[in-house]
């Protein structure tokens, strides 16, 4: 795959294998020491990024439980009404936090002059399916009573996520969907969504192997790790490519790497989304692999699509009533 990888994102992963080399094998260490060695590895790439005219966190009650939040308002954004990014972050369901992707929120916030707002969800296996997606859910729905409190215009919000944070805002919407609640998110941005827990061969062939950022391997144990029993890989919310009926759902956004073993679920999701009429966009970067948005720092395909992703956003949220 080195061949195809565009020259920066291969910079990008020789030095994060280099990095990874430096500590033992996330799978001979326990759960917590494997979070503390991928927050080691990721947070040269977290650094930096635009300064915010507020950065805060902040503890939200929801019905499902408290839970962390990070805003980010960027200079020029006014303190009250303002259009707001829900992002949900990567991590396989098991790694990451906001601290490994504050630069990221940083940059949509600023390149798309919106709040961001950071969601600190609790991770697996301690909080197994649907803990997780209850919380985001009853975020979604805090927010439609007291987004003002924290200078968000609630009637203006789209949601997006990396990954497995893609899979949980999909699935937000979904559920938003089907429990008939009038949610006011416009857009969902999907950041190389893991939709699945299968990958086929035939991608493993062509974008995983043992130098690969994801891999067939790894997406087992992620899901192995989410989901209570085997049987939940058939559940629409934890894995929405199972879902019968994706029509009825905001507009969406796909980023898409090329050279990721989770490309073909995008692809199928965006089969299925054309298929129910549902609006939406799907964007393929050549030579990009998974993870490549935390190249920012090195990469102009990454901030390429950082730009994307946030100039769609700020299109869904333009309006201040709902068309």
């Known amino acids: 795959m080195d061949d195809r990888l565009d020259p920066d994102i291969r910079i990008f992963t020789d030095i994060l294998r280099e990095d990874w080399s430096r500590h033992p094998p996330l799978d001979t260490v326990l759960t917590v020491e494997a979070r503390r060695i991928a927050e080691l590895v990721r947070a ?3 650094a930096g990024g635009p300064p915010m005219s507020e950065t805060r966190n902040v503890a939200v009650d929801t019905r499902a439980g408290a839970l962390r939040v990070r805003i980010y308002r960027p200079d020029g954004v006014a303190a009250e009404d303002a259009p707001a990014l829900l992002y949900v972050h990567g991590g396989g369901f098991v790694f990451f936090s906001l601290d490994t992707h504050d630069r990221l929120m940083r940059e949509y916030a ?11 969800y609790p991770l697996s296996p301690e909080a197994k399916y649907p803990v997780a997606l209850d919380q985001v859910v009853a975020l979604v729905d805090w927010l439609g009573e007291h987004g003002t409190e924290l200078g968000i215009d609630a009637t203006r919000v789209a949601i997006g996520g990396d990954s497995a944070g893609a899979n949980l805002a999909l699935a937000t919407c979904l559920r938003l969907r089907n429990g008939g609640r009038n949610s006011a998110i416009r857009g ?9 827990g299968d990958v086929s061969d035939a991608a493993e ?3 995983g192997g043992p130098d690969a950022l994801l891999t067939q391997a790894d ?10 029993s085997g049987d939940q890989r058939d559940d629409p919310y934890a894995c929405p490519l199972s879902a019968s009926d994706v029509s009825g759902l905001p507009s969406v956004l796909l980023i898409v790497p090329e050279l990721d073993v989770l490309a073909e679920q995008s692809f199928a999701l965006e089969a299925r989304l054309r298929a129910a009429g549902c609006a939406m966009a799907s964007n393929v970067y050549r030579g990009a692999t998974h ?4 190249a920012m720092s090195i990469a102009p395909l990454a901030q390429q699509a950082i730009r994307d992703g946030a100039s769609w956003v700020r299109d869904q949220l333009a309006s201040p009533v709902m068309k």
């Open 44 to 46: 040269r790439w977290a």
């Open 219 to 228: 997406m087992r144990y992620f899901f192995d790790q989410y989901l209570v």
């Open 110 to 120: 600023d390149a798309g002059r919106f709040v961001v707002v950071g969601i600190d």
């Open 205 to 207: 062939a062509a974008y």
């Open 188 to 196: 969902i941005l999907s950041n190389y969504g893991a939709f699945s």
């Open 291 to 294: 993870s490549f948005l935390e």
